[in-house]
């Protein structure tokens, strides 16, 4: 079955970098996208961009372009996001999601992993 | 970028009842619309995608209909696992939006 398990919670002081693990299972992990979504504290779902693990291409929301690193270790069927200089507003759960596309082109998120809470604070 | 809005943000409901949520699209987006459910603690949950297709293993009292700008979901006779937070996402251009989603809680 289909598995992506995250690496831990993280704690980070402003202006440091968190990097977020993402290891897939349960398929081939080349054959399809893993998106970056993030969920602040009570808030809805942002996301982050996406990076293909076949090529290595990125894609990133412009909000974040300049602070977010996508790389993957096909080896280990292993997706990162590493956020940079981090502030207080960084504070979220972060999930993998596997990007499914169906007939038509219709995309869908239809596997996540559990999250992981990366809290900013001094 | 496209903006998703969702209504209500919370209702409330009973076991059996009938429940219809809105997302509404700031441009068309034909039937590039999906939606999730989230459960506190818990990833998202595919539930629905190309507007009224469902996942498979998802109960067939979730439905889903729209296409351009205006979507529902629908669950028919609500059950006690239901109540979550739904939200609804657009697939229609990069960068994907979701709405701020919708709480559906316990009368």
């Known amino acids: 079955q289909v598995q992506l398990v995250q690496s831990g919670a993280e704690v980070k002081k402003p202006g440091a970098s968190v990097k977020v693990s993402c290891k897939a299972s349960?398929?081939?992990?080349?054959?399809?996208?893993m998106h970056w979504v993030r969920q602040a504290p009570g808030q809805g779902l942002e996301w982050m961009g996406w990076?293909?693990?076949?090529?290595?291409?990125?894609n990133y929301a412009h909000k974040f372009q300049g602070r977010v690193t996508m790389t993957r270790d096909t080896s280990i069927s292993t997706a990162y996001m590493e956020l940079s200089r981090l502030r207080s507003d960084d504070t979220a759960v972060y999930f993998c999601?596997?990007?499914?596309?169906?007939?038509?082109?219709?995309?869908?998120?239809?596997?996540w992993g559990q999250g992981t809470l990366a809290t900013v604070s001094s | 970028d496209i903006q998703m809005t969702q209504s209500p943000s919370s209702l409330s409901a009973s076991v059996g009842d009938r429940v219809t949520i809105t997302c509404r699209a700031s441009?068309?987006?034909?039937?590039?619309l999906n939606w999730y459910q989230q459960k506190p603690g818990k990833a998202p949950k595919f539930l629905i995608y190309?507007?009224?297709s469902l996942q498979s293993g998802v109960p067939s009292r979730f439905s889903g209909s729209g296409s351009g700008t205006d979507f529902t979901l629908t669950i028919s006779n609500l059950q006690p696992e239901d109540f979550a937070t739904y939200y609804c996402q657009q697939s229609s251009s990069t960068p994907p939006t979701f709405g701020q989603g919708t709480k559906v809680e316990i009368k």
């Open positions: 349960g398929y081939s992990f080349t054959d399809y996208h």
């Open positions: 441009q068309s987006i034909s039937n590039y």
């Open positions: 990076i293909n693990p076949n090529s290595g291409g990125t």
């Open positions: 190309a507007a009224s």
């Open positions: 999601a596997r990007e499914r596309a169906s007939d038509w082109n219709y995309s869908y998120f239809d596997y």
